[in-house]
T-cell receptor, first 117, second 111 residues
Framework: EAGVAQSPRYKIIEKRQSVAFWCNPI?????LYWYQQILGQGPKLLIQ????????DSQLPKDRFSAERLKGVDSTLKIQPAKLEDSAMYLC???????????????FGSGTRLTVV | QKEVEQNSGPLSVPEGAIASLNCTYS??????FFWYRQYSGKSPELIMS????GDKEDGRFTAQLNKASQYVSLLIRDSQPSDSATYLC???????????FGPGTRLSVLP
């Protein structure tokens, strides 16, 4: 099966500019996640979608970050305006919903490396 | 605040040795446990999942879970230089909760 698609792979922007990332999950995966991974740290959840609804966005900096998942398939994450501390890898992941209390592991896309200068 | 802790490393082992990676978690009701491997500049890839106490083996990898001690580990037998990467531990609680990732342990396998 095709994996999680993300674009672009790399992006360099100046602070205060805006940037958008795109993700297309594995076909049939209802759950989509956006993670931020700062160098040397583990991934941190930004937002979780179930179909086209938001399940958890408690760690999303809503003053500058926004995300949408129209039609319950692909998703876009936007940062406006960007700050230097937003430099990180942005990872999209998807998973099928768990049938029991045991979760399936995520499948991550290749990620977008963002550098804010 | 749910926490997952790992030694950041680097953990250095000679080629052919057993590498032992450890992870502790704070949420006692955690149900699902995962190990991911992440090469430098790449995204994480799932290598093992474990749900019940005890050992689970998959090729050269063995995951061990002890829920009473809130401890999960990953053993890599016959370590190869290609195993050199950061290993992330991820823990999930009850239904509807998200994964919490540890900071990762960097493993270096020396030829």
């Amino acid at each position: 099966e095709a994996g999680v698609a993300q674009s672009p792979r790399y992006k360099i922007i100046e602070k205060r500019q805006s940037v958008a990332f795109w993700c297309n999950p594995i076909s049939g995966h209802a759950t989509l996640y956006w993670y931020q991974q700062i160098l040397g740290q583990g991934p941190k959840l930004l937002i979780q979608f179930q179909n086209n609804g938001v399940v958890d966005d408690s760690q999303l900096p809503k003053d500058r970050f926004s995300a949408e998942r129209l039609k319950g398939v692909d998703s876009t994450l936007k940062i406006q305006p960007a700050k230097l501390e937003d430099s990180a890898m942005y990872l999209c992941a998807s998973s099928p919903p768990p049938r029991t209390n045991r979760a399936y592991g995520y499948t991550f896309g290749s990620g977008t490396r963002l550098t804010v200068v | 605040q749910k926490e997952v802790e790992q030694n950041s490393g680097p953990l250095s082992v000679p080629e052919g040795a057993i590498a032992s990676l450890n992870c502790t978690y704070s949420d006692r009701v955690s149900q699902s446990f995962f190990w991911y491997r992440q090469y430098s500049g790449k995204s994480p890839e799932l290598i093992m999942s474990i749900y019940s106490n005890g050992d689970k083996e998959d090729g050269r990898f063995t995951a061990q879970l002890n829920k009473a001690s809130q401890y999960v580990s990953l053993l890599i037998r016959d370590s190869q230089p290609s195993d050199s990467a950061t290993y992330l531990c991820a823990v999930k609680g009850n239904y509807g909760q998200n994964f919490v990732f540890g900071p990762g342990t960097r493993l270096s396998v020396l030829p």
